[in-house]
């Protein structure tokens, strides 16, 4: 059972959350269990963007899920928000500004694949690579930036989470653009731990490993396309090389991202904490 986190009174923003099967719907919605008001952001699902299971249960993307956290008795506010776009990142913070009145939280979850495991650096496409760098790392800076200037005016101190993945802990092959645009987020981290350690405002990351989500399964299918893998093999050999035998729940990383937004870790910063059932012990 999970332990609960007071987060009474705290206003967190979680980009990326507008997938169902997500990292950011979970993480989301435990913030909101614990007592936080949430604002979830994400590039607009409509149509051909939603997966059919989404299309079934007609979800909407971020709108639907300030639905689920208005269910828990929080506030919520969904922002549809592309976090390359300059004007957009600063409009979200505005309607935050406006909304709240203040800014405790920020999870930056937003990111992209790519093509992670499918090619070689020698033979990725550019266009790969610079969308790869402009969500992973650029969107990363901007939310924090203009996120950050709300968060420190806020006067309050917060907490700054990256969501970055073991793929920025260690080089994979054929992971090139994802591996480098994660390893850029673990060492912004750092950076910015630096230089916030003195306003209240502790940065940290969390490297999520295997977890089950729409993002991994895409990884596994282009894996087992790549190597001609019957179903289901490619994920047993994942699991089979986590020690503890399994893929991650979305809640299990949720909670530790809730943990470093609490109070809980006020004395945690610029560190990079792994969720992936001892894959990576560094």
Not at 204 to 212: F, K, L, R, Y
Request: with cysteine; aromatic share 6%.
């Amino acid at each position: 059972m999970s332990v609960p986190r007071d987060l009474t009174g705290k206003v967190a923003l979680v980009t990326g959350a507008a997938r169902y099967r997500g990292i950011g719907r979970a993480i989301a919605l435990r913030l909101a269990d614990d007592g936080a008001d949430v604002v979830v952001s994400g590039r607009p699902r409509t149509g051909p963007s939603l997966l059919q299971h989404e299309q079934d249960m007609n979800w909407l993307g971020a709108e639907s899920l300030a639905e689920e956290i208005r269910g828990k008795g929080r506030r919520a506010l969904a922002v549809d928000c592309d976090v390359t776009k300059k004007d957009q990142v600063v409009a979200m913070t505005a309607a935050i500004e406006a909304e709240f009145g203040r800014l405790d939280v920020i999870v930056n979850n937003a990111g992209v694949p790519s093509n992670a495991g499918a090619s070689p650096i020698l033979d990725t496409e550019e266009d790969v690579w610079y969308e790869t760098m402009d969500v992973n790392v650029n969107g990363v800076f901007l939310v924090t930036k203009y996120g950050g200037r709300l968060m420190r005016d806020s006067g309050n101190g917060g907490s700054i989470v990256m969501i970055a993945s073991l793929a920025g802990r260690v080089g994979l092959v054929d992971y090139g653009a994802y591996c480098a645009s994660k390893f850029g987020v673990v060492g912004f981290t750092q950076q910015l731990a630096l230089e916030l350690a003195t306003t209240g405002i502790r940065v940290n990351c969390v490297s999520p490993g295997s977890h089950s989500t729409d993002m991994m399964d895409g990884t596994i299918a282009r894996a087992s396309e790549k190597y001609s893998l019957p179903d289901g093999a490619f994920k047993e050999q994942l699991e089979n090389f986590i020690p503890m035998g399994r893929q991650g729940k979305v809640s299990e990383l949720a909670a530790v991202v809730s943990f470093v937004c609490s109070s809980d870790a006020s004395y945690v910063t610029g560190q990079t904490i792994n969720v992936d059932g001892g894959a990576r012990l560094d």
